[in-house]
């Protein structure tokens, strides 16, 4: 059964990185015609694709983000990783990663449970 | 254009049906896939692509599209289907995914 997993910094500041991990078990990123993405809810608000990488490495990014983001992955360690620049009290939100099959009927599936990242002083 | 717009809330009388709507240009080209999501936890997938249903999902969720509007129909709404409904599909370009702002369901 495939799980997802995030991990990260709980808070971080006003003008620094953001770093995050999904850890993938069962199942392997570098297989199959899957991407492997990343989605923000700010609290009370609504969803927010941020950016996905393709089992093949190729990278997609939400334009009004593109500028800030980079994801990456680690094979060896059957993981992706997000980072996100110039933080504001605005990134504050829950962060989620996800599967999306490469296929026309597409959807998300499954989703991890989600970090919560604040940005504050 | 890669945005979707959704109803904000939408309210339903127990054993109801009730449908939720979403508009976008692309999905014109695409087809849309909707969420559940319950307070404090990750959203689920209810129905994607033309009308599909995962594994676990009740037969009373159905999904539709018509040009540039998809729908998600509850056909007799339980108590436990109140949640936000998210819908979401590729943009445009096919190389991006956008989500809709969410509609709240009240099951009343």
């Known amino acids: 059964q495939l799980q997802l997993q995030e991990s990260g910094p709980g808070l971080v500041r006003p003008s620094e990185t953001l770093s995050l991990t999904c850890s993938v078990s069962?199942?392997?990123?570098?297989?199959?015609?899957?991407?492997w993405g990343w989605i923000r809810q700010p609290p009370g608000k609504g969803l927010e694709w941020i950016a996905s990488?393709?089992?093949?490495?190729?990278?997609n990014y939400n334009p009004s983000l593109k500028s800030r983001v980079t994801i990456s992955r680690d094979t060896s360690k059957n993981q992706f990783s997000l980072k996100l620049s110039s933080l504001t009290a605005t990134d504050t939100a829950v962060y989620y990663c996800?599967?999306?099959?490469?296929?026309?009927?597409?959807?998300?599936?499954?989703w991890g449970q989600g970090t919560l990242v604040t940005v504050s002083s | 254009s890669s945005e979707l717009t959704q109803d904000p809330a939408v309210s339903v009388a127990l054993g109801q049906t009730v449908r939720i709507t979403c508009q976008g240009d692309?999905?014109?080209?695409?087809?849309a896939s909707w969420y559940q999501q319950k307070p404090g936890q990750a959203p689920v997938v209810v129905i994607y692509?033309?009308?599909n249903r995962p594994s676990g999902i009740p037969d009373r969720f159905s999904g539709s599209s018509s040009g540039n509007t998809a729908s998600l129909t509850i056909t007799g709404a339980q108590a436990e289907d109140e949640a936000d409904y998210y819908c979401?599909?590729?943009?445009?370009?096919?190389?991006?995914?956008?989500f809709g702002g969410g509609t709240k369901l009240t099951v009343l």
């Open positions: 996800a599967r999306h099959p490469e296929v026309y009927e597409d959807w998300f599936d499954p």
């Open positions: 069962g199942g392997s990123i570098s297989s199959g015609s899957n991407y």
């Open positions: 990488i393709y089992y093949s490495g190729s990278t």
């Open positions: 692309s999905l014109r080209s695409y087809y």
């Open positions: 692509g033309k009308n």
């Open positions: 979401n599909c590729r943009d445009s370009s096919g190389n991006h995914w956008v």
